[in-house]
């Protein structure tokens, strides 16, 4: 039975690496994976400079990624191989921390739920932080249950190493920060065994320490939040997506919830209710918490944010299969391993990522030489369009929203005198499209609308780049 298991954990383990490294250039890359390439490929001492205007978290990634570029190249491969080696390296805490917290039954079930969701799986083949914070949240909760069991000098320093680097992960890292602080809360009120007050202090104020380099730029940045931002305020139904995406599909995320509720509902009559009242700590913490300010503040939540929680919640999964009956465990693993591997189908047969990189060569085969190209908004030129786009012949200008004219009084002339196509590619231009395109059908003909479609993890057709091709306009008489 011990070899049956370990088989497994192999198993397991290998469908890990291999869900991550499958097809993992197959999307192009999106505009925020073209900023991690653009701002990690800056000299290591200008990458805060250059990421701290256009990039809204701390830069350990960029740090991280930029030496990894510097070995392996910028090719979606290689860039996006580092999140997939951090995901994959969260395989064996993962395994530590529900074996010893549950059973190595529940460690089992919650690495199968890690390995074929293909939420983990997008965000594992994606250049952004992601897998790094997940990774690193998950080394800091099991230092800091260490520390709880064994309160060793060696485990409280190793937190506090973890928690520097996790903070500099991504903003989000804070609130794991702050669950292990309402953990501690919770023992000391229950007094139940918990590292000492002036040990648990030191720790803390050391973490915001090491943060304050960057807290001065945090706090810039809240005020410009402020004055207005993106996001919309979260809803309801921002709470129930998140754990539906944590699964990667909405049937899959819907089986999740349902074996989640159940349990919890068989943890509460176990013996083990203080570790699941940790899991729920856990698992709300990252997603209560900031839903709650982005209410009171500035909206700040994605429901890709927490992705931290995700772990604690494939646990609660885990234990709700695990209690079953076994002829119902057998149907309810059955049924998880067809409706994972259905999704992760569907999730390598679509583009699930803008695809730039079909732009880009759409454009190199149609256009002459000569031909004019205008993107909006601007930032799409600078961070993906260049990227595949680079080596094209045409004349690339990026259009901002944020300027008073969409079109100059110079390039309105050069677009007049034209006697060559011009290809407007549109993408996150909001309003400014409709007009620009009106603009220009004032001095040329357009002849062709294209858009670029994609899927959402929940297989949601979404069209976030249309290029409109126009023709310059044939003067009277001719």
Same mark, same amino acid.
């Given at each position: 039975?011990?070899?049956?298991?370990?088989y497994?954990?192999?198993?397991?383990?290998?469908?890990?690496?291999?869900?991550?490294? &499958?097809?993992?250039?197959?999307?192009?890359?999106?505009?925020?994976?073209?900023?991690?390439?653009?701002?990690?490929?800056?000299? &290591?001492?200008?990458?805060?400079?250059?990421?701290?205007?256009?990039?809204h978290?701390?830069?350990?990634?960029?740090?991280?990624?930029?030496?990894?570029?510097?070995?392996?190249?910028?090719?979606?491969?290689?860039?996006?191989? &580092?999140?997939?080696?951090?995901?994959?390296?969260?395989?064996?805490?993962?395994?530590?921390?529900?074996?010893?917290?549950?059973?190595? /039954?529940?460690?089992?079930?919650?690495?199968?739920?890690?390995?074929?969701?293909?939420?983990?799986?997008y965000?594992?083949?994606?250049?952004?932080?992601?897998?790094?914070?997940?990774?690193?949240?998950?080394?800091?909760?099991f230092?800091?249950?260490?520390?709880?069991?064994?309160?060793?000098?060696?485990?409280?320093?190793?937190?506090?190493?973890?928690?520097?680097?996790?903070?500099?992960?991504?903003?989000?890292?804070?609130?794991?920060?702050?669950?292990?602080?309402?953990?501690?809360?919770?023992?000391?009120?229950?007094?139940?065994?918990?590292?000492?007050?002036?040990?648990w202090?030191?720790?803390?104020?050391?973490?915001?320490?090491?943060?304050?380099?960057?807290?001065?730029?945090?706090?810039?940045?809240?005020?410009?939040?402020?004055?207005?931002?993106?996001?919309?305020?979260?809803?309801?139904?921002?709470?129930?997506?998140?754990?539906?995406?944590?699964?990667?599909?909405?049937?899959?995320?819907?089986?999740?919830?349902?074996?989640?509720?159940?349990?919890?509902?068989?943890?509460?009559?176990?013996?083990?209710k203080?570790?699941?009242?940790f899991?729920?700590f856990?698992?709300?913490?990252p997603?209560?918490?900031?839903i709650?300010?982005?209410?009171?503040?500035?909206?700040?939540?994605?429901i890709?944010?927490?992705?931290?929680?995700?772990?604690?919640?494939y646990?609660?999964?885990?234990?709700?299969?695990?209690?079953?009956?076994?002829?119902?465990?057998?149907?309810?693993?059955?049924?998880?391993?067809?409706?994972?591997?259905?999704s992760? &189908?569907?999730?390598?047969?679509?583009?699930?990522?803008?695809?730039?990189?079909?732009?880009?060569?759409?454009?190199?085969?149609?256009? /002459?030489?000569?031909?004019?190209?205008?993107?909006?908004?601007?930032?799409?030129?600078?961070d993906?369009?260049?990227?595949?786009?680079?080596?094209?012949?045409?004349?690339?200008i990026?259009?901002?929203?944020?300027?008073?004219?969409?079109?100059t009084?110079?390039?309105?002339?050069?677009?007049?005198?034209? /006697?060559?196509n011009?290809?407007?590619?549109?993408?996150?231009?909001?309003?400014?499209?409709?007009?620009?395109?009106?603009?220009?059908?004032?001095?040329?003909?357009?002849?062709?609308?294209?858009?670029?479609?994609?899927r959402?993890?929940?297989?949601?057709?979404?069209?976030?780049?249309?290029?409109?091709?126009?023709?310059?306009?044939?003067?009277?008489?001719k």
């Amino acid at each position: 039975m011990e070899n049956y298991g370990k088989y497994l954990l192999g198993g397991l383990f290998a469908i890990t690496i291999f869900t991550r490294f &499958f097809a993992i250039g197959a999307d192009s890359l999106w505009l925020d994976e073209g900023l991690s390439i653009r701002l990690a490929a800056h000299p &290591f001492d200008q990458i805060f400079a250059a990421a701290a205007p256009v990039d809204h978290n701390p830069p350990l990634f960029l740090y991280l990624l930029h030496f990894w570029l510097n070995i392996f190249g910028t090719g979606e491969i290689a860039a996006r191989s &580092f999140s997939a080696l951090c995901s994959i390296a969260a395989f064996p805490l993962i395994w530590l921390l529900a074996r010893q917290m549950f059973d190595k /039954k529940i460690a089992l079930l919650t690495l199968l739920f890690f390995a074929i969701s293909p939420f983990q799986v997008y965000y594992a083949q994606e250049t952004r932080s992601y897998a790094l914070l997940n990774l690193l949240s998950l080394a800091s909760v099991f230092c800091f249950l260490e520390w709880l069991r064994n309160n060793r000098k060696i485990w409280q320093i190793a937190l506090l190493a973890v928690n520097i680097l996790l903070v500099y992960s991504h903003i989000f890292g804070w609130f794991i920060v702050l669950f292990e602080n309402l953990w501690w809360l919770y023992l000391a009120l229950q007094k139940k065994p918990a590292p000492p007050l002036p040990n648990w202090l030191i720790l803390q104020g050391l973490t915001a320490l090491a943060f304050l380099p960057y807290a001065l730029h945090l706090m810039q940045l809240v005020l410009q939040i402020q004055k207005g931002y993106w996001i919309n305020p979260p809803e309801v139904k921002h709470f129930l997506a998140t754990f539906i995406q944590f699964g990667g599909s909405i049937s899959l995320g819907i089986f999740a919830i349902i074996f989640a509720l159940l349990g919890v509902g068989f943890g509460v009559r176990s013996p083990q209710k203080s570790s699941l009242k940790f899991l729920m700590f856990w698992m709300l913490t990252p997603i209560l918490v900031p839903i709650t300010m982005s209410l009171v503040l500035r909206p700040f939540y994605l429901i890709r944010y927490p992705i931290a929680a995700a772990i604690p919640f494939y646990m609660l999964a885990a234990i709700g299969v695990a209690r079953l009956p076994l002829r119902w465990r057998n149907a309810a693993i059955v049924l998880l391993i067809g409706l994972g591997g259905w999704s992760l &189908f569907n999730y390598y047969s679509n583009d699930t990522r803008a695809p730039w990189r079909n732009v880009a060569t759409d454009i190199g085969e149609l256009a /002459k030489p000569d031909d004019l190209l205008l993107i909006g908004a601007d930032f799409c030129k600078r961070d993906v369009f260049d990227y595949y786009g680079s080596s094209l012949p045409q004349r690339i200008i990026g259009i901002s929203r944020e300027s008073d004219s969409l079109i100059t009084a110079d390039l309105r002339q050069s677009l007049i005198s034209t /006697k060559t196509n011009i290809y407007f590619i549109a993408s996150h231009f909001g309003t400014d499209e409709k007009m620009l395109v009106s603009e220009l059908s004032g001095i040329a003909n357009l002849v062709k609308t294209t858009e670029y479609p994609h899927r959402d993890l929940f297989g949601r057709k979404q069209v976030f780049i249309r290029v409109y091709r126009f023709t310059a306009m044939q003067s009277p008489g001719k």
